[in-house]
């Protein structure tokens, strides 16, 4: 258990809704990060905040959007969703947002199984 | 761009020594990750290489050449608990953002 949690576990939903997944960082991470795997394009970077602040964009779709809470949890919100889109969503953190300053490690959470149909 | 490689499979008997190879192409490269992930599972960091060399932990050793860009990961006295997919990922620097290899799948065999 990384001490990272996401919920839900699982959640099936039809091409064009919208759906928002939770992520609660482990305690004292300031730093989170959200990546979708799927089967055509493995494990793919999203976007990163840190206490609060966006901090780096991947390749997150602008149908796509997150946010980190006061409480330094995260939500990373679907909208007009697509067959494609279904993929497993991680999210991961660390107590840093920079590589080699130490506490850089990323833990991941269980993550979220999305399913459109 | 960016883009780091792996053989797509590999297998070994169990208690044998196993090598997955990473080879990249990156900007800003800050080091080398390695993370296990079992079927539907969570990655799970093992090592991280942020200097030229062979890092140990325990079964695992993880090992950089920036000049080669290459790394590889090395698994010894393999159970059957290791069979899973590891990654080698390259760390971002300034935002510690991981971009993933394309993954290697090892199948340990009794």
């Known amino acids: 258990d990384s001490g990272v949690t996401q919920t839900p576990k699982h959640l099936i939903t039809a091409t064009g809704q919208r759906v928002t997944l939770r992520c609660s960082p482990r305690s004292g991470d300031l730093s989170v990060y959200w990546y979708q795997q799927s089967l055509d394009q493995g494990l793919q970077f999203l976007i990163q905040?840190?206490?609060?602040?966006?901090?780096a964009k991947g390749n997150i779709l602008e149908r796509f959007s997150a946010q980190q809470f006061p409480d330094l949890h995260s939500e990373l919100n679907l909208s007009s969703l697509e067959l494609g889109d279904s993929a497993l969503y991680f999210c991961?953190?660390?107590?840093?947002?920079?590589?080699?300053?130490?506490?850089?490690?990323?833990?991941f959470g269980p993550g979220t199984r999305l399913t459109v149909l | 761009g960016q883009s780091l490689e792996q053989p797509s499979e590999v297998t070994a008997v169990e208690g044998a020594i196993v090598q997955i190879n990473c080879t990249y192409q990156?900007?800003?490269?800050?080091?080398l990750s390695w993370y296990q992930q079992h079927d539907g599972g969570a990655p799970t960091f093992l090592s991280y290489n942020a200097l030229d060399g062979l890092e140990e932990t325990g079964r695992f050793s993880s090992f950089l050449s920036r000049s080669d860009s290459y790394g590889y990961l090395l698994l010894q006295e393999l159970q059957m608990k290791d069979s899973a997919s590891y990654f080698c990922a390259a760390n971002g620097g300034a935002t510690n953002k991981l971009i993933f290899g394309t993954g290697t799948l090892l199948a340990v065999q009794p």
């Open positions: 905040y840190y206490n609060g602040e966006e901090r």
């Open positions: 990156t900007s800003g490269f800050y080091g």
């Open positions: 991961a953190s660390s107590v840093t947002s920079s590589t080699g300053v130490g506490l850089d490690t990323q833990y």
